[in-house]
């Protein structure tokens, strides 16, 4: 037992899991007195439509915490971004976008894909993506016709999963309206922040 402790492969110890068991007696014990407590004040219906709430609620996280539902809603691990092509980043990325509250569509591209997308205060978003923020030689520049209204308003996002460098910093701020976003800001998104919290231009 001792080798396998000082190995980590016996798992944690009584005192490592007690708050937290803890917490979940503490949570019981107090969902049960309170249906108790409204079964004594208003009869049977408080402590049934209780467990049926519950049971909803259980439901529901377990169907929101699978795998497939998380990252359909836009909700994506490290290890999930690394595994995904070019294709399945523009689809993650779009899918964070909606979930920020974008309208988000794809523009044709099989190889290197582009998004279009605009908020619900009007404001339009060119995305690309690319291990450099300028545009690469065989590559167009973005697409003003995809936002035929204000296009001169859009701003820019270049993503990449890895470290853009001083270059392409300096590249973006003489644009304007160009944001970078690389690979550790890119997973702080898709663990649940706001796109407004990681660029410059907010809300």
Do not use: K, N
Not at 132 to 158: C, N
Request: with cysteine; aromatic share 4%; proline share 7%.
């Amino acid at each position: 037992m001792r080798r396998l402790r000082a190995e980590g492969r016996y798992g944690p110890r009584l005192r490592d899991v007690l708050p937290a068991l803890a917490g979940v007696v503490a949570a019981v014990c107090s969902v049960v007195a309170a249906l108790a407590a409204g079964y004594r004040a208003a009869g049977i219906a408080v402590p049934v439509a209780g467990v049926v709430a519950v049971v909803l609620l259980v439901a529901l996280g377990v169907r929101r915490g699978r795998p497939g539902a998380r990252r359909r809603l836009g909700h994506y691990t490290p290890d999930e971004l690394r595994e995904l092509d070019t294709q399945g980043l523009a689809l993650a990325v779009a899918r964070m976008l909606r979930r920020d509250g974008w309208r988000v569509r794809m523009l044709p591209a099989p190889d290197r894909p582009r998004l279009c997308a605009r908020d619900a205060g009007g404001r339009l978003l060119d995305v690309a993506f690319r291990p450099v923020a300028e545009p690469l030689p065989d590559e167009d520049a973005p697409h003003p016709h995809a936002h035929p209204d204000g296009a001169e308003a859009v701003l820019h996002l270049v993503v990449h999963r890895g470290v853009f460098r001083a270059r392409d910093t300096r590249w973006a701020r003489r644009q304007g309206r160009t944001c970078l976003l690389d690979g550790s800001a890119l997973e702080r998104w898709a663990r649940g922040a706001h796109l407004s919290e990681l660029l410059p231009y907010g809300r």
